[in-house]
């Protein structure tokens, strides 16, 4: 590893580690989750310490070769953090694929604390799923679900926060995940966006090629973010913004004279290209024709069409927004128009049940654009 590498690697780990303590083991909440992270803090000091040749060059091949301050100027320690969590995921990885013997090691160090967790910690290295995840909340609790299989997996997550944010925002994320009975539990996990077409490489993957295909895929990543200067965590922010961008800010939903209700509904969908190429238009345009003629109050000069449109790709969506959704973004016209239109017109929101579509659909939708 050059010196560049093995110092920004340092600063890595001075920065944002501490050596772990066996004290946190014995902390009740969450132990398994504790468990697993000091797994990975102690593989770590260990092979820092002792140049583990097989775990550096895994390091060096997915990571370290893209902290050449030389090749890649990072100006933002905030990606540099950034970087540490992927660090944890390849380590942790690495850990129980590739290095069992010094798991065992570890487990054994240990195994006075855990003594309570050794009959499902020592499973780990044979039942650990590295893979991308969509997110989903079902009442209280959360699930990874794996985009290779479509399989669930329920989360204890201590960053319950950071995982309703998440869920909120229809984001993917890249985790190691390990079971406890039951339930699993995950590395950090990280946003991250693949388009359809690597999904596809990814479904295909056999399934002990799939987790390095991923790897190779995010790592490919780091180098377009470094190259652009962007942080891991607004890849898909910019995303959006260029599409918002696209879109006129405003446009006025008032009719024009002679305008009949269908003429105003299709003029008004086709200000939205996924509307417009939407596989049941015309399904949508007749509920919106409805709207027009029961509120006809709502249809003015300075009322936005645009709130409108988002509240309808809502309703023709298969997933209705829950309590916390209204919370988190009460302040935007279109979730106004959402619960209004649920509220008022309920009967004929029904009706078009068998006409929504998954959020999937819209996702290929907008990245067609």
Known sequence: ???????????????????????????????????????????????????????????????????????????????????????????????????TNTFQQCINYLKDIVEDRLEIITHWPTQFILSIFTLRKKGQDFYFVDIRNKQEYRIENIQSQKLNSISLRNMKVLALIVPINEIYISTPPIVCEP????????????????????????SGTIQDCLLKDVAFDEMIELE??????????????????????????????????TLNE?????????????????????????????????????????????????????NFASLFWYGFLQENMSKDVKTIEKYKVSKDYWFDQFSSL
Do not use: C
Request: charged content about 30%; aromatic content about 14%.
């Open 195 to 218: 388009d359809q077409l690597i999904q596809k490489v990814f479904i295909n993957s056999p399934d002990d090629k799939a987790p390095i295909d991923i790897i190779q895929w995010y």
């Open 1 to 99: 590893m050059s010196a560049v590498n093995s110092n920004k690697k340092k600063q890595m780990e001075t920065q944002f580690m501490k050596k772990p303590s066996l004290l946190e083991l014995k902390k009740d909440d969450a132990p398994y989750m504790l468990t697993l992270e000091h797994l990975y803090k102690q593989y770590h000091f260990t092979h820092s310490n002792e140049s583990n040749e097989q775990v550096i060059h895994f390091l060096d091949t997915y990571l370290f070769d893209y902290l050449d301050s030389v090749v890649y100027p990072i100006e933002q320690e905030q990606l540099i953090h950034d970087m540490s969590t992927y660090q944890q995921l390849l380590e942790t990885f690495f850990l129980l694929k590739n290095d």
């Open 278 to 330: 939407f596989v049941h238009k015309e399904q949508l345009i007749k509920f919106l024709i409805q709207v027009i003629e029961k509120f006809p109050q709502m249809f003015f000069d300075r009322s936005n069409a645009f709130s409108l449109t988002e509240a309808l790709r809502d309703i023709f969506t298969d997933e209705e927004i829950d309590d916390e959704q209204f919370a988190a973004y009460s």
């Open 240 to 273: 959006k913004d260029a599409r918002d961008d696209a879109l006129p800010a405003f446009y006025s939903a008032k009719k024009k004279g002679t305008e009949t209700s269908e003429e105003f509904a299709r003029r008004i969908v086709a200000q939205d290209e």
